[in-house]
């Protein structure tokens, strides 16, 4: 069953539809923690208690990204919509977005809605922010609509 993330603030789609497993079940998927690597695979969501390795979030960092539970998505699984903010001081990396200084993403309301993590030494992951996004059943919309 696939399920996509609404910005709580505008209840705009922020996600395209996706499946989300969670660790610790039979269905956990293969999640690669290399470097520039997409952190799960195309169309899949990873829910999980696990904190994140400290070789991808420095320890004096680590607290922001410090919660439970944790969804991770594919940067690619985003709708346009969700651009980077405006405030340099959460977009530095070397390469891409280091995701050490706190949310860096934005719904189109302006609402920040996660962290993407997508350096050279962190693979490719968005966090979502908990309390500003919450998931919807999107096969139960679609037969709404028949
Ligand atoms: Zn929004």
């Known amino acids: ?84 903010t405006e405030d340099s001081s959460r977009l530095n990396g070397c390469c891409g977005l280091d995701g050490c200084d706190g949310l860096n993403k934005k719904c189109q309301c302006g609402a920040y809605i996660g962290t993407e993590k997508s350096d050279c030494w962190t693979p490719k992951v968005f966090i979502t922010e908990n309390a500003a996004t919450h998931w919807q059943n999107v096969e139960k919309t679609a037969q709404n609509d028949d």
Do not use: Y
């Open 1 to 84: 069953m696939k399920q996509i993330l609404l910005c709580t603030n505008c209840k705009r789609a922020v996600s395209k539809p996706v499946q989300i497993l969670v660790d610790g079940t039979p269905d956990n998927p293969n999640v690669s923690w290399d470097d520039e690597c997409e952190l799960t695979p195309s169309g899949i969501a990873f829910k999980t208690h696990l904190r994140f390795p400290a070789h991808v979030s420095p320890v004096e960092k680590a607290h922001l990204l410090e919660f439970s539970p944790m969804f991770l998505l594919r940067p690619d699984d985003l709708d346009p919509i969700v651009k980077n």
